[in-house]
């Protein structure tokens, strides 16, 4: 299964804020690996800068069953704690391929 997390920032988070954030939070999510049923993590940037865009896609390859468990991980709290102060919206996708 992937589990897609969608994120904009909101509007007063800057260019030079974007480059810091996207190391640390790869820094992050690469934490994620070491856990059952995780088997990739991946961060994508948005190239188009526009106000209907969604600016970073955070893809996970997990088992279903490692949901609940990513659910209750320390990145997971991590993420929302940390870095939920520059999210305007975020939008979530499971998918089986």
Request: net charge negative; glycine share 4%.
């Given at each position: ?10 509007d ?5 804020d ?5 190391p640390?939070?790869?820094r ?5 690996r070491?856990?059952d ?7 994508i940037?948005?190239v ?8 970073l896609?955070i ?5 279903p069953?490692a949901?609940s468990?990513?659910?209750?991980s320390?990145v997971?709290?991590?993420w ?6 520059y ?5 979530i ?5």
């Amino acid at each position: 299964m992937k589990h897609c997390i969608l994120v904009k920032y909101k509007d007063e988070v800057t260019a030079e804020d974007r480059e810091r954030l996207y190391p640390e939070i790869g820094r992050l999510f690469d934490g994620l690996r070491a856990m059952d049923g995780i088997h990739d993590v991946e961060l994508i940037r948005n190239v188009i800068n526009r106000p209907n865009r969604f600016d970073l896609l955070i893809r996970i390859d997990m088992d279903p069953e490692a949901l609940s468990a990513y659910d209750d991980s320390n990145v997971h709290h991590q993420w929302k704690d940390q870095y939920g102060k520059y999210l305007a919206k975020k939008a979530i996708f499971d998918y089986e391929d």
